[in-house]
Nanobody
Framework: QMQLLESGGGLVQAGGSLTLSCVAS????????VGWFRQAPGKEREFVAS????????SYAESVKDRFNISRDAAKNTVYLQLNSLKPEDTAVYYC??????????????????WGQGTQVTVSS
């Protein structure tokens, strides 16, 4: 059973930056994809970004692709999400997720089997 532990959330002013981290308790993530989702109050969980661990191939939601960056440190089994040029509408709980690589779209939550507990990001205007 893989465990994911996020950190790095907080309160930031609009235009600011944050870096979220997610550590996976796995021997290897070579056959996995990792993703970040977010959920704002009263809204459904939405895809933010993903990465195939073995190739480093990435995907981004249109709303964040020019502002956020997903990266990994394989030696630490850690995936990062760099959030830049933050906007109030980015306010949400951000979740890290992982799942075995499959044909299911990386943009859908059902593609992921393991989820972290979430970390709050609040952007003030």
């Amino acid at each position: 059973q893989m465990q994911l532990l996020e950190s790095g959330g907080g309160l930031v002013q609009a235009g600011g930056s944050l870096t979220l981290s997610c550590v996976a308790s796995a021997r290897t993530l070579r056959h996995y994809k990792v993703g970040w989702f977010r959920q704002a109050p009263g809204k459904e969980r939405e895809f933010v970004a993903s990465m195939w661990w073995n190739t480093g191939a990435t995907s981004y939601a249109e709303s964040v692709k020019d502002r956020f960056n997903i990266s990994r440190d394989a030696a630490k089994n850690t995936v990062y999400l760099q959030l830049n040029s933050l906007k109030p509408e980015d306010t949400a709980v951000y979740y890290c997720a992982s799942g075995v690589i499959s044909t299911v779209s990386v943009r859908t939550p059902r593609a992921y089997s393991y989820w972290g507990q979430g970390t709050q990001v609040t952007v003030s205007s």
